[in-house]
């Protein structure tokens, strides 16, 4: 499948393009203006939303193409498992500076043989000088200076910064003494970057050239003493005045990072000079996932600040954030991307990801030949997340979804074991919704209530003795997270089940359907139905109350409660309920229902009792077909929709309202577009 799809389109025919110069296979594009020398574009959007993707599909193009580095900043070492396991807040350095050694070390590989490569010596020596220079090195035992050599060779470089009296000469032959002493003796990992080698190793190898006699206080050194205005001193004494700085215990290093980053672009600056910009040489493109990470804000900000100096000229950053895609403007509706481009929020353009519609899912799934119903049971578990829809894609390639029966065709779908054992497809979605595997469990259970009120029951109910306070509270922080937007079910007060995203409440409760035990099944939803018991009058039975008794498989408990509503409610409010009641979640396989026989309020006797007789099956018929299209496994049956129809016909005739007419029409065919209860509309009124 071609990233593409989904509306993206803009970015990767238009925005990227323009502002790198270079269509995706190569060819040359009018690179469009922006404000500041540093173009950052922005992409938002929730778990599973297709961040990730779109970023290796740009990696993947750009590539061989220009100088190009991806970096995700929510993960150890940046996604380079040499950069794993170190601290940020350490002596010698932090994960800024850790990136900005992997941003230059992966931007300066040679691209291609008619480019130049990007070197970075002000980057370079800035990064030397806080991650190198150490009052007691060690080195391995085969090192050509040992490491009382290795002291005795920073000790004179102290005595340099501190000796102003030396002329010039005698301080640049220490330094370079200095710097070929760490050439020699670094160990590889001393910096922490390891088998990488180039980074580390780098830094002194671009720096040195740059320091010894003949280029002192030019380049590199010389853009150090002009941008270290507040030091005294020469450069060399600036600069390490600079690194006091850094290594201040409790210190604010957020300024001096800005620093490094101004560095950095300053080295990018110097190599775009008049020439390449004229020749419309395309820039470095940095392609940075999960900025909402702390060192997003770290990186980011002052790349943005620097970036708007005069005759800056930065790299194009495109950066993936998590984040809610609806309050910033539409990627696919990006009509003209040279104005997107030219009307920056702070120097960013922020555009928000787009949801997958089912014309995507179509195409996703290609031309091959696949059941009717397979893209509305993708858009049903998916919810719009493209991250989402391509697991469930492959897993229906992975199952053979022709030998697949008529009833449940969902089941499989969702219980397909990849080929590489990282279990179900249920479980493969929650993983990457719900990082955390014991939120997943605990949120699986809560998946059941109604709403917060019985969630917390739930909890206190099933674990009274449980020494932590907030388990409810800490799961909704979670869900605000991951949650897309609430979808109220009709004909309420606009009330929300707990989970209130649709696709992950479904995920949940298929996986606390298959793994509890029919006894755990009857226990949750008999603690949950007991906060909604009715208080005796008529009609009083609540629709969250008859809910959970249909989970518990209580069919016929259910129809005569709803039989003896009929008569006590409006038809409006009586359809809201019934839309409510066949939400409830399936019963696991092996469950058992222990029924309660009892005489229904709604079957009278004498002169009624044959009307009445009528009713109760319709309303037996109705609930039957409609609970049964409402288990989200189902596709579209239309023998059971018809049954549905049929029963609401029945039930007009016996109360001709407008209520009965209109849901006779349109629950009919929402069910044959997939919609299932609790989400068939509701009719107005209802007055009989």
């Not at 940020?88 to 992966?106: E, F, I």
């Not at 991951?482 to 989970?499: E, H, I, L, N, Y």
């Not at 229904?600 to 049964?628: I, N, P």
Request: hydrophobic share 40%.
């Amino acid at each position: 499948m071609g990233e593409r799809l989904y509306g993206m389109d803009p970015l990767f025919d238009e925005l990227v393009p323009g502002l790198v110069g270079l269509d995706r296979k190569g060819g040359r594009r009018p690179r469009v203006a922006t404000p500041g020398g540093t173009s950052v574009i922005e992409l938002v959007g929730g778990r599973c939303s297709g961040r990730t993707s779109l970023l290796a599909a740009l990696s993947a193009d750009y590539a061989p193409l220009v100088p190009l580095v991806r970096a995700d900043l929510a993960v150890p070492g940046f996604g380079d498992p040499f950069l794993a396991g170190l601290p940020d807040a350490r002596p010698d350095g932090s994960h800024l500076t850790d990136l900005l050694y992997l941003l230059s070390y992966k931007l300066g590989l040679r691209v291609r043989r008619t480019m130049q490569r990007l070197r970075f010596p002000r980057l370079s020596l800035g990064l030397l000088v806080v991650t190198a220079w150490r009052a007691d090195e060690t080195s391995a035992a085969a090192t050509t200076v040992s490491p009382q050599d290795l002291r005795r060779a920073e000790q004179r470089l102290r005595d340099v910064i501190s000796r102003n009296g030396d002329d010039q000469g005698e301080r640049r032959a220490r330094l370079a003494e200095w710097i070929q002493a760490l050439e020699r003796d670094l160990p590889a990992g001393a910096t922490g970057l390891g088998p990488l080698e180039g980074a580390g190793r780098a830094a002194l190898r671009t720096a040195a050239p740059r320091l010894l006699p003949s280029q002192v206080n030019r380049g590199a050194l010389r853009w150090w003493d002009d941008h270290l205005r507040h030091e005294q001193g020469d450069a060399v004494q600036k600069l390490f005045g600079f690194v006091r700085d850094f290594r201040r215990p409790g210190g604010d290093r957020l300024p001096l990072e800005a620093s490094l980053i101004a560095a950095f672009l300053a080295d990018i600056t110097h190599h775009y000079g008049p020439l390449r910009r004229g020749n419309d040489v395309p820039p470095p493109l940095i392609l940075l996932d999960n900025t909402h990470a702390p060192l997003g804000a770290r990186l980011l900000g002052p790349l943005r600040r620097e970036g708007t100096a005069k005759g800056v000229m930065g790299p194009v950053v495109v950066a993936a954030r998590l984040g809610d895609a609806r309050a910033h403007r539409a990627l696919r509706q990006v009509a003209d991307p040279s104005a997107a481009l030219g009307q920056p929020t702070d120097g960013v353009v922020r555009l928000g990801l787009p949801e997958l519609e089912r014309g995507d899912i179509d195409r996703l799934l290609g031309d091959a030949d696949r059941p009717p119903y397979l893209p509305l049971l993708i858009d049903r578990f998916a919810g719009c997340r493209a991250g989402s829809s391509r697991t469930l894609a492959g897993a229906a390639d992975a199952v053979a979804l022709d030998c697949v029966p008529d009833a449940y065709p969902g089941a499989p779908l969702l219980d397909a074991v990849g080929a590489d054992g990282g279990g179900s497809t249920v479980d493969r979605l929650l993983a990457v919704l719900l990082p955390e595997s014991a939120q997943r469990s605990r949120l699986a259970l809560l998946a059941s209530a109604l709403d917060v009120a019985a969630a917390r029951r739930l909890w206190s109910g099933l674990y009274p003795e449980d020494p932590l306070d907030g388990r409810v509270e800490k799961a909704l922080e979670v869900l605000e997270g991951v949650c897309r937007a609430p979808v109220s079910w009709p004909g309420t007060d606009g009330s929300v089940p707990f989970v209130t995203d649709p696709a992950l409440r479904l995920l949940l409760l298929h996986r606390l359907r298959t793994r509890t035990a029919p006894e755990g099944w009857r226990v949750i939803h008999q603690h949950l139905r007991s906060g909604y018991a009715p208080d005796g009058g008529a009609g009083s039975v609540p629709a969250a109350y008859l809910h959970h008794t249909l989970a518990l498989g209580l069919t016929g408990e259910v129809v005569r409660s709803l039989h003896h509503w009929l008569a006590h409610s409006t038809p409006a409010a009586w359809l809201a309920a019934v839309n409510i009641v066949c939400a409830a979640p399936h019963p696991p396989a092996e469950f058992e229902a222990v029924p309660v026989d009892g005489p229904c309020g709604g079957c009278g006797q004498g002169a009624s009792a044959a009307r009445d007789e009528v009713v109760h099956r319709a309303v037996a018929r109705l609930l039957e077909a409609l609970w049964e299209q409402s288990d989200p496994l189902n596709a579209p049956c239309s023998d059971r929709i018809d049954q549905v129809e049929s029963a609401l016909r029945t039930l007009y005739e016996n109360e001709p309202t407008d209520a009965f007419r209109q849901a006779r029409r349109h629950w009919s065919a929402r069910l044959r577009e997939g919609v299932q209860a609790p989400h068939l509309t509701v009719p107005e009124g209802g007055a009989r």
